[in-house]
């Protein structure tokens, strides 16, 4: 089956800085990668996704970037406020087929 | 709209006894999934349902069952209750052939 890295597992950044967190993946066939954040208590929220026939995607402060050969991919958050601080989740799954498997986590603190 | 609701908010058992737990997908959502999340952990899948049949299946063992109505609404049980089944009970749910899924708030189940 699918398997999802996540590094670092923790990231601390100062307010206006970039924070990136990188995921690698198994499963060639895996072709639909997104990105949620889980804030303390909450639900995951989708902030951004991308598909495997694209190589970046961006929205406002948020980008992904996805490398198929090498089986990564990465979450890019530039300006970095307050508010992004939470966990954030990267997950892979094959379209059509909704078993998302997830990463571990890595838990973003934005130092004001 | 309503999103993704989810019943009870939080659930406290004792070992052995079997729980049921509600999920109603957002209106004109299909497909209902769910998954386990273990205090520091990623979501980890357990059922996923499209038009009231199993659709993908994850590594639970044969306590965990589920189904779908129809109205798309999913119940999840899992009986023997173990210490270990103590978790967030995510439920997501999407649209017909959609990638994009939505969470609810979760149940918190605690199994003393």
């Known amino acids: 089956g699918e398997n999802v890295e996540q590094h670092p597992s923790t990231l601390s950044v100062q307010e206006g800085d970039s924070a990136v967190i990188k995921c690698t993946y198994s499963d060639s066939a895996s072709n639909y990668f997104p990105w949620y954040k889980q804030e303390l208590g909450k639900r995951p929220q989708l902030i951004i996704d991308i598909r495997s026939n694209v190589g970046e995607k961006k929205d406002q402060r948020i980008a992904v970037t996805l490398n198929k050969t090498a089986k990564h991919f990465s979450l890019h958050i530039t300006e970095t406020q307050p508010e992004d601080s939470a966990v954030y989740f990267c997950?892979?799954?094959?379209?059509?087929?909704?078993?998302?498997?997830f990463g571990i986590g890595t838990k973003l603190q934005v130092i004001p | 709209d309503a999103g993704v609701t989810q019943s009870p908010t939080h659930l406290i058992k004792t070992r052995g006894q079997h729980v049921t737990l509600r999920c109603s997908p957002i209106?004109?959502?299909?497909?209902v999934s769910w998954y386990q999340q273990v205090l520091g952990q990623g979501p980890q899948f357990i059922f996923q349902y499209y038009e009231k049949e199993e659709r993908g299946r994850g590594n639970f063992p044969d306590r965990f069952s589920a189904r779908q109505f129809p109205n798309y609404s999913s119940e999840l049980n899992v009986n023997a209750l173990l210490l270990g089944d103590s978790a967030l009970y995510l439920c997501?749910?999407?649209?017909?052939?959609?990638?994009?899924?939505?969470f609810g708030p979760g149940t918190r189940l605690t199994v003393l």
């Open positions: 209106s004109g959502h299909k497909s």
């Open positions: 997950a892979a799954s094959i379209g059509g087929y909704q078993k998302v498997t």
């Open positions: 997501a749910s999407s649209s017909t052939g959609g990638d994009e899924q939505f």
